[in-house]
């Protein structure tokens, strides 16, 4: 999509700029740019992820329950979410429901996850981007600017000015930024309540949880919970402060780091209520997860069906370091519906790593593959993104509305057909509060960080009820948390889960009670 | 020099670019005791000056400017001695023709990605110690499991288990998968002491982990070990008993968290229904698979535990019903029967 006039190629000189490796990020990852700075654009870019560790290839012949405790290791920022969905794969193949209280808990643990990772993520990653030391360094102007701008949602977190706020964020010095130091650890003990440690959990199995279901257990949570509330109460204004200041301040940022609206979801938060892990079932109780499933083209919810989510998925190659599987191997030739499922379908993948020079003009350049979406409609393999994951999540729940949670402990998330509204309970220091995540009018930088702020307050509120619905479960005496299963000789399943940073898959194939393929696909690549 | 003989500056150059997750960087955030912050902002007294280097949390705005300090210790120009810290395992790059597994920064004359097996050839004996964060980095960890494509191995594989630093100090090696929070911050902290003069070598086991924090076991330290000892086992993990049944194997795996917690006392692993799958071991993770069986020694001693665990427990729930009652002279009665003699007229 040309969101500028095109400058013809002979007028431009470009300089190469390179950043390897990138920081403040989790992974290997270098970004190649040509700039054109007489026009001020990025003409080309190509990123490069320099590191293989072959998961796919090390896990075959294994047994399927090890599939969670290895998964996990693949990141050591949301291995958690690993975890979860290779349990919600296992649970397919396998065909055991957990019990509801174990679903809770990991909804719980799921939600901290959340909590901690786009605060750690958010507050002393991202935000050293908008900082004062930095600003300083990149843009005093702007800084000039942000001393005189009057912040104003000052009344609600205390910051007068909007330099204020940037110098809040100063990494190890600022005061927010210690702060959100702290609320990561606050949320990882939450975490570490419902799964055992962090980030690789140790009470999640295929088939439920170990954690011991008491009434301290979730009274620990909800404790800290209240206390995180008051936080989340002052850094969404805070965070929307900055940004707005962004737009206003430096006219046509909205059009930096800007993509088509190309937004896939593919659902968080399993209702226990209506999740039976079958495949034959997975539209309706896809649906009925609290952080709706979607596909988001220009705008427009293009289906909320896991299935057609699921039989989308391709696989590509081009500019990776890897073999094609054209010759391989098919796994899966019919979905348990019937359906076909096409070669390219993470089902059928076949990981063959030909390790070779890096080519930045031609390519290969990357370890990474280039997982598309086949629309169905216009035959288009599309390059959907996550929009760092929340913004997604945001923009399929909201357009499908769908969730409507209310606790009665005064917390609740309703999805309207164009916003989200995040209502946080009253606590000791702060009264109830109501934020509404309205669609933005674009999917660039700016949104993908506000949203990153708002999933926060989302998922705060959701604990809230998932909390309520897992202490009336132990206050009826319901406190069983495992459910036995068997190994099947041979089955599939697939787990579909919102990582942190959004989409994430599973597919799993056994035969003789040993993984055949196992290919994860989470949201980076 | 501090007026111990010991420096006052140092770097810690990490290099996450192993065959690893970053789950151990990620860890350390977490630590409280002592929190990142504390080492960083000079909170612990007596410890050297500290610039952290670490990909995840360094400021800088990444490329040639986040290299520039490993550049520097290349070429002897840091102007203070460095702690060279490595997260992931070593891969073989001997295999791959051409191409790289994983690479740390480019070659500025080439262009090419530069390997960390070029950074660790270069910089480890530069450092002044080499500390490996985490199993995978230690002993290979998970992505040196059978059939990897990768060949990968742990750090005293790669340079040798006798290497010794600059500083002549062996690889110190703290494992664990993740690293837990606090053992980490806790072993750069005494190197930070040692480092200013302050503590003597850092006391080491044969595979190279600090011995006060790794020389216990899991089942050493689990609060569930009572119901091991009555021979009480958990069948499902249901159960808040013992889970050598279903998967622990703590009793021969050499970790502190059942005892320590997670983070601040919080979570664990078998403690709190999390099996150990012995993430901190050499052996890790083969020598455990399938991770939810048995392992085979549990049989033998569960067994022998089981046939005198139910009669001491019998045993045990009699003395635990008297104890259980209140003594008989505590009363509302109009006399006095604890045994003094009172002196009031009656």
């Given at each position: 999509?040309?969101i ?15 950043w ?7 992974g ?64 397919m ?64 977190h ?6 204020d706020?940037?110098r ?18 606050l949320?990882?003990?939450m ?13 999640l ?25 008051d ?13 707005d ?26 209702d ?67 359906n ?29 593959m ?21 913004l ?57 960080d ?12 959701a ?12 206050h ?31 597919h ?18 | ?12 150059l ?10 151990d ?48 210790a ?15 395992s ?6 791959n023709?051409?191409?790289y ?19 660790i ?33 742990g750090?005293?594989d ?25 053992n ?11 480092a ?18 790794f ?44 005892k ?6 919080i ?34 001693s ?6 005198y ?18 003594p ?7 006399e ?11």
């Amino acid at each position: 999509m040309a969101i500028r006039e095109e400058v013809p190629q002979q007028a431009r000189n470009l300089v190469e700029m390179s950043w390897d490796p990138i920081t403040r990020i989790v992974g290997n990852l270098g970004i190649y740019t040509k700039i054109d700075f007489d026009n001020r654009e990025v003409v080309e870019c190509k990123s490069t992820s320099s590191i293989f560790r072959g998961y796919s290839v090390f896990m075959k012949g294994k047994d399927p329950r090890d599939s969670h405790f290895i998964t996990s290791r693949i990141c050591g920022i949301c291995g958690d979410n690993h975890a979860t969905c290779s349990c919600y794969a296992q649970q397919m193949a396998y065909g055991v429901k957990p019990p509801p209280l174990a679903e809770w808990i990991v909804n719980l643990g799921e939600a901290a996850e959340y909590m901690f990772d786009h605060c750690i993520f958010q507050d002393n990653l991202v935000f050293v981007d908008f900082c004062e030391q930095l600003v300083r360094e990149t843009n005093p102007g702007l800084l000039r600017r942000a001393e005189q701008t009057e912040a104003p949602h000052a009344d609600v977190h205390g910051y007068r000015t909007i330099a204020d706020i940037m110098r809040a964020f100063n990494p190890f010095t600022g005061d927010l930024y210690k702060e959100a130091l702290q609320m990561a650890r606050l949320t990882r003990e939450m975490f570490c309540l419902m799964e055992g440690r962090h980030v690789h959990p140790s009470t999640l199995y295929p088939g439920g949880v170990g954690t011991v279901a008491t009434p301290q257990l979730f009274t620990d949570y909800l404790t800290r919970l209240m206390r995180f509330m008051d936080w989340v109460k002052k850094i969404v204004p805070a965070n929307d402060d900055v940004f707005d200041f962004f737009y206003e301040a430096l006219p046509g940022y909205e059009e930096v780091g800007r993509r088509r609206v190309l937004l896939g979801c593919w659902g968080s938060f399993q209702d226990p209520g209506v999740c039976d892990y079958r495949y034959q079932t997975m539209n309706e109780w896809g649906r009925a997860m609290f952080v709706t499933p979607g596909v988001v083209v220009d705008g427009e919810l293009v289906t909320t069906a896991l299935v057609d989510i699921n039989l989308g998925i391709r696989i590509l190659l081009g500019s990776s370091y890897y073999e094609d599987w054209e010759n391989e191997e098919m796994f899966v030739e019919r979905d348990p519906l019937g359906n076909p499922v096409d070669r390219r379908h993470p089902w059928n993948q076949t990981t063959i790593p030909k390790p070779q020079r890096r080519d930045l003009e031609k390519g290969p350049y990357s370890w990474v593959m280039s997982p598309r979406w086949y629309d169905r409609r216009t035959g288009d393999h599309l390059a959907l993104d996550t929009g760092g994951g929340a913004l997604a999540r945001l923009w399929a729940t909201a357009l499908a509305g769908l969730v409507d949670i209310r606790s009665s402990f005064g917390a609740g998330v309703r999805a309207t057909g164009e916003s989200v509204e995040i209502t946080l309970p009253k606590t000791a220091a702060t009264p109830e509060t109501r934020f509404e995540w309205k669609i933005p009018r674009w999917s660039n930088a700016i949104e993908r960080d506000r949203a990153r702020i708002y999933f926060i307050a989302y998922s705060a509120a959701a604990a809230v009820y998932f909390v309520e619905k897992a202490l009336g479960l132990v206050h009826a005496g319901e406190t069983k948390v495992f459910e036995d299963f068997e190994v099947p000789e041979e089955g599939i399943g697939c787990g579909f889960h919102e990582a942190v940073r959004g989409v994430l898959s599973h597919h799993l194939v056994i035969r003789d009670g040993k993984i055949a393929n196992y290919h994860p696909y989470p949201p980076t690549p | 020099m501090s007026e111990n003989g010991g420096v006052e500056e140092v770097y810690i150059l990490w290099i996450s670019e192993g065959m690893s997750c970053d789950g151990d960087s990620v860890s350390i955030t977490a630590a409280t005791l002592p929190s990142l912050e504390d080492v960083v902002l000079g909170n612990i007294p007596g410890l050297p000056k500290v610039h952290l280097h670490n990909k995840v949390l360094h400021h800088s705005l990444g490329g040639e400017e986040f290299l520039r300090p490993f550049r520097q210790a290349l070429d002897d120009e840091l102007g203070a001695p460095f702690v060279l810290v490595i997260e992931g395992s070593i891969p073989n790059e001997n295999i791959n023709g051409e191409g790289y597994w994983t690479s740390f920064g480019n070659d500025p004359a080439t262009g090419e990605p530069l390997t960390i097996n070029w950074w660790i050839d270069r910089l480890a004996p530069k450092a002044w110690a080499v500390v490996a964060a985490g199993t995978c980095a230690a002993y290979g960890g998970i992505h040196a499991m059978a059939g990897n494509p990768t060949g990968c191995m742990g750090l005293a594989d790669y340079l040798g288990w006798d290497f010794r630093s600059a500083g002549g100090i062996p690889i110190v090696n703290v494992p664990g998968c993740p690293v837990q929070p606090d053992n980490f911050m806790e072993t750069v902290t005494w190197l930070l002491y040692q480092a200013a003069g302050l503590a003597p070598m850092i006391p080491l086991d044969e595979q190279l982990r600090p011995t006060w924090l790794f020389g216990k076991t899991v089942h050493e330290g689990c609060d569930r070990a009572g119901y091991y000892e009555q021979g009480d086992f958990a069948l499902d993990y249901n159960s808040p008993k013992c889970q050598v049944k279903i998967g622990c194997w703590g009793p021969v795996v050499n970790c502190n968290v059942t005892k320590r917690g997670w983070m601040d006392g919080i979570g664990g692993c078998p403690n709190v229904g999390g099996i150990c799958i012995g993430c901190t071991m050499p052996g890790f993770p083969d020598k455990f698979m399938p991770f939810m069986d048995q392992p085979p020694g549990g049989t033998v001693s569960s067994s022998f535990t089981q046939a005198y665990g139910a009669m001491i427990r019998r045993l045990r729930s009699i003395t635990n019903r008297t104890v259980n009652k209140e003594p008989r002279w505590r009363h509302n009665r109009g006399e006095l029967t604890t045994g003094y003699n009172p002196r009031w007229p009656r």
